[in-house]
């Protein structure tokens, strides 16, 4: 057979040497993360303030800056986690497979009693390198279903007008951005709770507790596992030790 990838023919280089050329004439093409179809986000409690404040600090000072709009030190990052009010307010966060939280988002309720206001406060943030997956989108999604089903009929983010990724999202959400300097109000309308949309959070929540005790036990057997081979190794030792 007789073809321009043969070795023999002649031709067969001057093809290659046009192809690496052209190859090398394209532009670079960012390589873009996989978006996720599914994101396992699991309602946190006051046990999870440990790891709430762990992930907040992880943030660098930039995305400090951006999640609470003022450069918040170690103290009023900490006072912030203190004062979460988990009976109120919604927290909810999404695990890795070694149970580290890499995204987190509070859902902000208006206080029992209150006529006038009916919407609920967003406020997210998302490990840097998990960024542009659709973590963020998926939080805010879960946010405006579960503020809807409470009954609320418009979600709220006060972000600094820089913030594109944040304010992107709200604005794909269908949300009206009021820009005023640097800062920027969005409000995004909640349509009213339907059945569907309680089944949607009650199988969305179960499935993402499910995945949570999963990564719970398959942390159990790695770590079973690491001890077991201790064990193995251990034992190999003192036996060559005997026969020396
Ligand atoms: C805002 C934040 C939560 C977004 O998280 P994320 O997981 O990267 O968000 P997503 O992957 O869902 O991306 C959302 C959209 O913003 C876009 N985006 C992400 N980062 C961006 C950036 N730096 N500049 C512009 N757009 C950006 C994405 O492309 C996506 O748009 P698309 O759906 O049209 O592609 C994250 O950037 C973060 O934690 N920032 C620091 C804290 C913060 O700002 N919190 C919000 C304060 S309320």
Known sequence: MNNATDTHDPAAGEFRDRDAALEAALPRQPVQPPRLAWIPIRALGPGHRPRILQHLLALSEHDRYLRFGFLATDEQVARYVDSLDFTRDEVFGVYNRRLQ???????????????????????????????????????????????????????????LSENTAMLRIARKAGGKVERAGGESDAYVKLPPETLASQVEQLVGDGAAELDYRLKQQARAVRTLLGALDEVRQGVAKSGQAGQG
Request: proline share 5%; hydrophobic share 45%.
């Open 101 to 159: 939280l890499v995204a987190v988002a509070h859902l902000a309720y208006p206080p029992e009693g209150d006529a006038a206001p009916v919407a609920a406060e967003f406020g997210g943030s998302v490990s840097s390198h998990l960024r542009g997956r659709g973590y963020g989108a998926r939080l805010f999604e879960h946010a405006m279903l579960h503020a809807r089903n409470r009954g609320l009929d418009t979600l709220f983010i006060h972000a």
